[in-house]
């Protein structure tokens, strides 16, 4: 079965530092996988995602990620963080059964706070 | 222009009550779903209805129950709330079922709370 895995429930950067969130994939076949952000009270909002080619891949609001492979992994970066990036991140990957259709699994989200 | 719109986006019920939540998208999309939200922010997928066809149903109890009149809606019926109903109920479509290369637009979600 796909899934992913967010291995913090936290993550605290300092304003204008590089941040990194943590997501690693289980998939059989092709990886389709997307990062998420919850702002509160909100829904959530597509920030970007990787299907094939360049495995660095830019998103929204200076977000980018990494694909990589070997490690199974799609972390989240962004080179200089907001105060207002903090929010709840989710990695997803898109789980497709030919005959049932698709679904996007996320993983358990990660808690980002951006402190100036 | 909302994209993806869901009524109402609070709702506080006494246990045993029957609610409905209704979720409406104007981007033209085949494919809609329901996912849940609880406590531990954690999204699970419940239902999704393509061009007006259940083709998920996951691991929900009978009480609830979708329903898409038309590929642009799907409603979720709950039967007998109880207090463990209580999360965040988001709506989300996306153009096909299958399509990998696309993700879901979602709602703002509807925050049920269960007294």
């Known amino acids: 079965a796909q899934s992913v895995a967010q291995p913090e429930d936290q993550v605290n950067v300092a304003e204008g530092n590089p941040l990194t969130v943590k997501c690693t994939y289980s998939?059989?076949?092709?990886?389709?996988l997307f990062w998420y952000v919850q702002y509160p009270n909100r829904g959530l909002q597509f920030l970007l995602k990787?299907?094939?080619?360049?495995?660095l891949v830019k998103g929204s609001y200076g977000f980018e990620a990494e694909f990589n492979k070997s490690q199974t992994s799609f972390h989240l970066k962004k080179p200089s963080a907001l105060v207002s990036d903090s929010a709840l991140y989710f990695c997803?990957?898109?789980?497709?059964?030919?005959?049932?259709?698709?679904?996007?699994?996320f993983g358990q989200g990660t808690e980002l706070s951006v402190k100036p | 222009d909302t994209a993806v719109s869901q009524t109402p986006k609070y709702l506080v019920t006494q246990m045993g009550n029957d609610k409905s939540i209704k979720c409406e998208q104007n981007?033209?999309?085949?494919?809609m779903y329901w996912y849940k939200q609880d406590s531990k922010k954690f999204l699970k997928i419940m239902f999704s209805?393509?061009?007006?066809?259940?083709?998920i149903n996951e691991t929900v109890p009978n009480r609830f129950s979708p329903k898409s009149p038309d590929k642009a809606h799907l409603n979720l019926h709950i039967n007998s709330l109880e207090l463990g109903d209580s999360a965040v109920y988001f709506c989300?479509?996306?153009?096909?079922?299958?399509?990998?290369?696309?993700?879901?637009?979602f709602g703002s979600g509807t925050r049920l709370t269960v007294v």
């Open positions: 981007l033209g999309h085949d494919t």
């Open positions: 990787y299907i094939t080619g360049d495995n």
């Open positions: 989300a479509s996306s153009p096909t079922p299958t399509g990998p290369t696309y993700g879901y637009t």
């Open positions: 998939v059989s076949g092709n990886p389709y």
């Open positions: 209805y393509n061009n007006k066809e259940l083709i």
């Open positions: 997803a990957v898109r789980d497709i059964k030919y005959n049932q259709g698709g679904k996007l699994i």
